[in-house]
């Protein structure tokens, strides 16, 4: 919970800055030159480098109050990076329709503890490399000296290309599915350049389904109910 919270407080903290930015941005009143130069474009394509934290949002089963071996289960957040093409295509002069298929590096842990407190199987590592792709609607603001705000929603799939949970034996502890589906929210602002686009973004990603692969005979499989991923990314778009 104390993980979750910092990133709210940075979240609130960059929409502050980026707020601020845009608002001084206006007072100057220095003309769109770059802007105007690539509104003739109706799409156009780009890179994006991201580092992201993750973990799982994790509900626990009725049989949790029932069993007497565990104690607590709880998700570790782990870092992780991602790297995508843009394709981006805009509809009128606010919105654009865009594709972000590409990798996602991800490690995340749930750790169990016994009725003394101590450790289950420490540190239960969850290494994921994820094939995804994201689908976003952006609508953005009119811009003021070269620059303005946007906000973002959107759906992601993502399958994990290392994942072994169809092969793994039965007395393992977790096994989670390899396909995930997620929403996405978030904001960001434009910068334009002579020859670019940069856009630095903050996301909020939520899982959709439940990825558990449930095992009754395994108790620290059975105490879970649902098991599904939560991220926060900063993404800088390179595009033009």
């Keep these: 919970m104390h993980t979750i919270y910092r990133y709210k407080i940075a979240f609130l903290t960059l929409l502050l800055a980026l707020g601020s930015t845009f608002l001084a941005a206006q007072k100057t009143g220095r003309p769109n ?20 934290s993750s973990n799982y949002l994790v509900q626990r089963s009725d049989d ?7 104690l607590s289960v709880e998700s570790v ?8 093409v843009i394709a981006n ?12 298929p590409g990798f ?30 994201p689908f976003h609607v952006r ?11 946007f906000v973002l ?15 793994r034996v039965e007395n393992q502890i977790l096994r989670i599915a390899p396909t995930d589906f997620t929403y996405e929210v978030g904001f960001g602002m434009q910068f ?18 439940n990825i558990l692969i449930f095992n009754e005979n395994i108790i620290q499989s059975n105490i879970l109910e649902n098991v599904r991923s939560r991220t926060i990314t900063l993404s800088f778009h390179f595009e033009g």
């Design 33 to 52: 030159y770059n802007f105007m130069n690539k509104q003739g474009k109706p799409y156009y394509f780009g890179l994006s480098l991201a580092f992201h």
């Design 64 to 70: 949790f109050t029932e069993q007497e071996q565990i």
């Design 77 to 84: 957040t782990g870092p992780g990076y991602n790297v995508n």
């Design 89 to 100: 295509l805009k509809i009128g002069r606010y919105f654009d329709f865009r594709l972000l």
């Design 104 to 133: 996602s590096f991800t490690e995340r842990n749930i750790r169990y503890k016994d009725l003394t407190g101590v450790l289950v199987n420490p540190n239960i590592k969850v290494e994921s490399v994820f094939a995804e792709v």
């Design 139 to 149: 609508f953005k603001s009119e811009p003021y000296n070269d620059m303005r705000l």
């Design 153 to 167: 929603g959107g759906l992601k799939y993502s399958f994990d290309i290392a994942s072994k949970s169809r092969k």
């Design 192 to 209: 334009f350049f002579p020859y670019f686009i940069l856009s630095p973004e903050l996301k909020f990603s939520q899982g959709i389904n």
